[in-house]
């Protein structure tokens, strides 16, 4: 008599998914120890939320996207890839500060019919934007066009002043107006540090099955980020302002 397992034949349930967008300046003043920063700590980081998706398969599957942005802007893939199989090629500044495009752009991303497309279903995204100046285009339209966008509304979104220069008011704006989520790092140590612990707690809390509610992500991942920025030498929010010169040898 044949011995017939009935639990050989159950596939495993598929998982939902999370996006993590970054946009990244890569304009002109973005030249030098800043932008080389960025292109030694990313592989990093895509090494990281790879484990982070690899060590909890109940969890949603993390897939990462990112626009760099100057005069214009382009996806470095066309579609959000698993960390494990983004390979980082190095980012070259030059340029202007295109953030209007670049809202428009992300925009037009954020929909059922595009990156936010799948059978099993997706988590909020986040957003993560990293800037050190001033948008040269028109970027307030752009940026309300986005926030009229249901995933845009929900997702969480965290923005990286690099340096003193950078535009609060229109990174402020970008992240709802939370003063814990808008961080300014002053030296190259900082910004390394501080993408490395936003992008980790994003991706750990926005993936979680366990948590209840969106709103409750959002809510932990602002404590989280606050509290990291609070023992982050070179590194400040509005709730914990540690004045200091931009050093960026």
């Not at 690899?54 to 626009?67: G, R, T, Y």
């Not at 923005?159 to 709802?176: H, M, Q, R, S």
């Amino acid at each position: 008599m044949e011995n017939l397992n009935p639990f050989e034949s159950v596939k495993p349930c598929a998982r939902r998914q999370m996006n993590l967008f970054y946009l990244i300046d890569c304009s002109g003043s973005m030249r030098g120890n800043k932008i080389e920063s960025i292109n030694q700590v990313m592989p990093d980081i895509m090494r990281t939320i790879a484990d982070i998706d690899e060590s909890n398969k109940d969890n949603a599957q993390i897939k990462v996207a990112c626009l760099e942005f100057s005069s214009g802007c382009q996806w470095k893939y066309p579609q959000p890839v698993l960390a494990n199989d983004f390979k980082w090629q190095d980012i070259q500044a030059g340029g202007v500060t295109d953030l209007g495009a670049t809202f428009k752009e992300l925009r037009a991303h954020m929909s059922r019919n595009s990156d936010l497309a799948s059978d099993t279903g997706h988590y909020a995204p986040a957003v993560i934007l990293l800037s050190d100046g001033r948008p040269t285009d028109a970027w307030k339209n752009a940026l309300k066009d986005l926030q009229s966008n249901k995933w845009f509304q929900v997702a969480t979104k965290v923005a990286i002043a690099v340096g003193d220069d950078a535009d609060k008011t229109v990174l402020n704006e970008f992240a709802d107006n939370k003063d814990e989520l808008v961080i300014t790092v002053h030296n190259l140590d900082a910004l390394k540090s501080v993408i490395r612990l936003v992008s980790c707690t994003v991706s750990k809390i926005g993936s979680n099955s366990t948590s209840v509610g969106e709103k409750t992500k959002s809510g932990e991942i602002s404590e989280m980020v606050d509290d990291a920025v609070k023992e982050t030498p070179g590194a400040e929010n509005a709730n914990h302002q540690k004045p200091q010169p931009d050093i960026w040898d």
